[in-house]
Nanobody, 127 residues
Framework: VQLQASGGGSVQAGGSLRLSCVSS????????MAWFRQAPGKEREFAAA????????YYADSLKGRFTISRDNARNTVYLEMTSLKPEDTAVYYC?????????????????????WGKGTLVTVSS
């Protein structure tokens, strides 16, 4: 499984961005998906996760109400819709996949033992 994240960029505070992560292969439904982020000089942290069907999602407390995770299994894609962005949301955002059966939500504290990781996409929010 290869994951390719995109959609990052520069935005002003209060703006919105939608990140996408496309998975290779034909087994996308076999995985729950998650987004993590790593701000400059900080440790990677959990952002959001979604189960294989899209029927369950989970968010970091600080992101509830502003970020929405969704998936399109027909397109092998998971999304992260980010609204009301703040400068502290500046980070590299990574998507990750974990096989179904490993439990949901995935690990919410380090180490984030996800089976597959994408390379990340940079989001910069200016004040």
């Amino acid at each position: 499984v290869q994951l390719q994240a995109s959609g990052g960029g520069s935005v002003q505070a209060g703006g919105s961005l939608r990140l996408s992560c496309v998975s290779s292969g034909r087994t996308f439904k076999s995985y729950s998906m998650a987004w993590f982020r790593q701000a400059p000089g900080k440790e990677r942290e959990f952002a959001a996760a979604i189960n294989w069907s899209g029927g369950r999602s989970y968010y970091a407390d600080s992101l509830k109400g502003r970020f929405t995770i969704s998936r399109d299994n027909a397109r092998n894609t998971v999304y992260l819709e980010m609204t009301s962005l703040k400068p502290e949301d500046t980070a590299v955002y990574y998507c990750a996949a974990e096989p179904n059966g490993s439990g949901f939500p995935p690990p919410l504290v380090p180490p984030y033992d996800m089976q597959y990781w994408g390379k990340g996409t940079l989001v910069t929010v200016s004040s």
